[in-house]
């Protein structure tokens, strides 16, 4: 099935406005929880009062993050294991984290593991910078980060396991990858991951496009026979747009 992920960063700034954005998108997005994985992915804060709304909706609740340990002398941390029985799924690896906070290839290898192991579904995010794709590098950049992320999982890990394509370039930007761009490296992860972990596994992971996705651009993406859907940034925070990109995704995989 395919995944719509709601990635809100550190937005809105209220909980009732978190809690109108839900209100907002469960509207649609309820409608089509049979045919696609909707997740949405808030800030810390607004996770409990989010997941209120969300109970026995269909749609599922994510965080932004979580450390590697399950407990322990780490100030300003959230383990996976305090995540576990009211979060699905959590992000890891996102670029703002490696850019803004030097999160490193290792430190998410560390965090999928550990979150893996807490049951959590994980959308790992890998992607190349500007300087990468205007040098041509974009397929070694994606690679290391694919291999080093996933260096501690196993075959048994698959069905839990997403990998988000998110061009750094793109992200924020208003510029989105060429679909044929997007589509290259998304085949070239699916077969990073089937060397590692094995190629039955690898169609287990699901693969996503993220990076300006939008209503108008939607289509392009998950209509590409590689791509399980996308992981959304800045269209997430407005309801009528990410439910709209749910419908537009539903109806493309409903005609598959």
């Not at 909706?57 to 780490?74: H, I, M, P």
């Not at 060397?195 to 590409?224: C, D, F, P, Q, T």
Request: glycine share 8%; proline share 4%.
């Amino acid at each position: 099935m395919p995944i719509v992920a709601a990635n809100w960063k550190m937005n809105p700034a209220s909980a009732d406005e978190a809690l109108d954005l839900v209100r907002g998108i469960l509207s649609v997005a309820r409608g089509h929880s049979d045919r696609v994985d909707v997740v949405i992915l808030p800030p810390f804060p607004w996770l409990l009062p989010v997941s209120e709304v969300l109970a026995e909706s269909g749609v599922k609740l994510g965080a932004q993050d979580c450390f590697w340990e399950t407990a322990g002398a780490y100030t300003g941390e959230v383990s996976p294991a305090m995540l576990k029985g009211w979060c699905d799924w959590v992000i890891i690896g996102h670029s703002e984290r490696r850019i803004h906070l030097g999160e490193t290839d290792e430190m998410v290898a560390k965090k999928t593991a550990a979150a893996l192991a807490c049951e959590l579904n994980v959308i790992m995010c890998v992607g190349e910078l500007a300087d990468h794709y205007d040098a041509g590098t974009s397929d070694q950049v994606v690679t290391a980060q694919v291999k080093a992320g996933i260096a501690n999982c196993s075959a048994d890990d698959s069905a839990r396991l997403v990998i988000a394509y998110e061009p750094v370039w793109a992200i924020g930007s208003g510029k989105s990858a060429d679909p044929e761009h997007a589509y290259k490296t998304m085949r070239l992860i699916r077969k990073v991951v089937g060397e590692l972990i094995g190629a039955g596994a690898a169609r287990k992971v699901r693969i996503l496009y993220g990076g300006s996705v939008n209503s108008s651009n939607v289509e392009s993406y998950v209509e590409l026979p590689l791509c399980d859907g996308c992981l959304v940034g800045g269209a997430s925070l407005d309801a009528a747009e990410f439910a709209h990109i749910v419908k537009v995704t539903a109806e493309v995989y409903g005609h598959r």
